[in-house]
């Protein structure tokens, strides 16, 4: 379904959880924020039957994230619920990593088979320190896994944080050269309660430290091609790619194609702005499917044009809900 401005709203974002194993300093305060309460979190259920209306709607994209989708239990299961939706043709998970290792396999025959990862820092200490404990080689283990097992791509999202993993730059995108990752930049976004001011780094001062030391070959062209919202670079003879995604420099809201399923129920159309629709009341006052879809149709018909992040790092306006509630 095409909403006011033209774009072709095929994409849902899943949260299935507000829990995390980590603590990133960038994503949750250091006193931790009020989870949802177990039973206000949509059960497995209820996220499916949105996803079937959804796909009814034109949603043909899911992206299943959270919170760390993979402490929630049954995750696999539903997943294979998912795939096996009419109208459903793509469906790929965000994870921190940590617990890849056990679950790869049956990720994959369940029938995720692209994956985000997310790393911040390929030093212990400073994966440990971003992370508030989490253990870096877990996720290594788990990316050496699901390369061993066949997923593609296997896309790498490095948050860029100023005086923290600036200098991590060039190793981040040598893991380009023999391995068949996509690296990702992502600019840091002013979400929540967070004490991020001053740590903004935009994509075009990573590349241009990239390219004080390497050749960035635009993918298809002059132009570098677009992948959803990265713009797109290889290294001369590797196997990978490099991504650059800036949603506060560059916002790419003009192709924005997503909707987003909070964990406690509501249709998001706007990762940037608070406005939601409430799903959860209606879904458990048994609504028809009907009144589901034209909740969902709605959300599609009020997305905003674009978010209303300035273009400076340092004094952004704030959106009040964290990225676990939302779902990154
Ligand atoms: N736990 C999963 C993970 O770590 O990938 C999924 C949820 S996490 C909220 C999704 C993504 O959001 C992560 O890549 C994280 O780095 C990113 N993220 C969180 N807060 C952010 C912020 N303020 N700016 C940019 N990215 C952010």
């Known amino acids: 379904m095409h909403d ?23 994503c949750v305060p250091k006193e ?18 949105v996803i079937r209306v959804a796909s ?8 299943i994230t959270g919170g760390e989708p993979l402490v ?7 997943i294979a619920a998912v795939s096996a939706i009419d109208g459903i043709q793509d469906i790929s998970l965000t994870t921190n990593g940590i617990l890849l290792e056990k679950h790869a396999a049956d990720l994959f025959h ?23 404990g989490g253990d870096l080689q877990a996720v290594l283990r788990g990316i050496e896994e699901v390369r061993r097992i066949g997923f593609s791509p296997i896309k790498i999202n490095t948050v860029a944080i100023k005086g923290f993993n600036d200098g991590e730059i060039l190793d981040f995108v040598r893991m380009s050269l023999d391995r068949p990752y996509q690296i990702r930049f992502i ?50 003879g590797g196997m990978g790619e490099i991504g650059f995604i800036s949603p506060v420099s560059h916002h790419f809201c003009f192709s924005c194609n997503r909707l987003r399923l909070t964990a406690d129920g509501h249709l998001r159309a706007c990762l940037l702005s608070d406005d939601e629709i409430d799903l959860k009341t209606p879904l458990r006052d048994r609504c028809s499917d009907e009144d589901l879809a034209a909740l969902v149709k709605n959300a599609i018909e009020n997305k905003p044009f674009n978010h209303t992040l300035v273009n400076d790092g340092n004094h952004l306006k704030k959106c009040i809900k964290e990225m676990s509630a939302i779902g990154g």
């Open 110 to 132: 369940a029938g995720i088979k692209r994956i985000n990862i997310s790393l911040d820092s390929l030093d212990s200490e400073k994966y440990a320190d971003i992370t508030r």
């Open 4 to 26: 006011q401005y033209d774009r072709d709203i095929n994409y849902l974002r899943v949260s299935v959880t507000d829990r995390c194993n980590l603590r990133c300093k960038y």
């Open 72 to 78: 929630r239990k049954g995750l696999i299961d539903f």
């Open 32 to 49: 931790g924020v009020s989870l949802i309460g177990h039973d206000d979190i949509l059960r497995y259920e209820e996220i499916l039957r």
């Open 56 to 63: 009814d709607v034109g949603i043909s994209k899911v992206r």
């Open 187 to 236: 600019e840091l976004m002013p979400l929540g309660s967070l004490e991020n001011n001053g740590k903004y780094l935009s994509n075009e001062i990573i590349m241009s430290e990239i390219k004080k030391s390497c050749d960035l070959i635009p993918l298809n062209g002059k132009r570098a091609k677009t992948d959803g919202p990265a713009r797109m670079y290889k290294l001369d």
